[in-house]
């Protein structure tokens, strides 16, 4: 079983709809998630960065930990074709940033 | 602000030559580096880390090696490419401020011919 479990989609939605992606994991240690959003042939980049269980919003982004059924999940709103991307949820145990990261969900918005 | 420098950003390489990847960060000092690599469909495998000059920590047993010749500098080698290694390499810091939180640079892609 891996630590860390992502649907790899492909994940299609209208413009303007919410997206949902999620991860789940097996390790109770992990208290650090983060997400980022790889475009194709490109570097990924950190897009939202939570410690421990709640929730966490930046624009149109919204994070969410719950630690207790080891489930991350990710939702945007007013989704944009130029959200079109992969995202890869990433945990930690630890303070120096060993990672370990889900396969990575590709989303795809159509106009 | 600090950024990171990862070249070439494709690299096509015969089976059995050697391979040298570098990456550079600007604007932080002291920063936790890593070599990551990202295969087709799959997620992120971490390959090593340094958290400082020459001390270097290997994840996977593999046929790739790293070196860390100045604080700010990672270089990953290979005296000779297997066609397995082909895949997408990255290269991650990590500074002291932002304990929890990896920047990436834009990767080499790798293929082994």
């Known amino acids: 079983q891996k630590e860390v479990e992502q649907d790899p989609g492909p994940l299609s939605v209208p413009e303007g709809a919410i997206v949902s992606l999620n991860c789940t994991y097996s390790n109770s240690a992990f208290q650090y998630f983060m997400w980022y959003r790889q475009y194709s042939r490109k570097g990924p980049e950190l897009l939202m960065y939570t410690y421990s269980s709640g929730n966490k919003e930046d624009g149109r982004f919204t994070a969410q930990v719950d630690k207790s059924s080891k489930y991350i999940s990710l939702f945007i709103r007013d989704s944009q074709p130029s959200d079109s991307a992969t995202y890869l949820c990433a945990m930690t145990t630890d303070s120096w940033g060993k990672l370990q990261f889900g396969a990575g969900t590709q989303v795809v918005v159509t106009p | 602000s600090q950024t990171i420098h990862q070249w070439p950003a494709t690299l096509v390489q015969p089976v059995g030559s050697p391979l040298s990847l570098e990456c550079t960060v600007e604007?932080?000092?002291?920063?936790?580096l890593y070599w990551y690599r990202q295969a087709a469909g799959r997620g992120l495998q971490l390959l090593f880390y340094?958290?400082?000059?020459?001390?270097i920590s290997s994840e996977v047993p593999q046929n790739l090696s790293a070196s860390r010749p100045q604080d700010r500098q990672f270089i990953l080698s290979s005296k000779k490419l297997l066609l397995s290694d082909s895949g997408f390499y990255l290269c991650?810091?990590?500074?002291?401020?932002?304990?929890?939180?990896?920047?990436f640079g834009q990767g080499t892609r790798l293929t082994v011919v």
């Open positions: 340094s958290v400082g000059i020459g001390q």
């Open positions: 991650a810091w990590k500074g002291r401020r932002s304990p929890n939180e990896a920047f």
């Open positions: 604007g932080t000092s002291n920063p936790n």
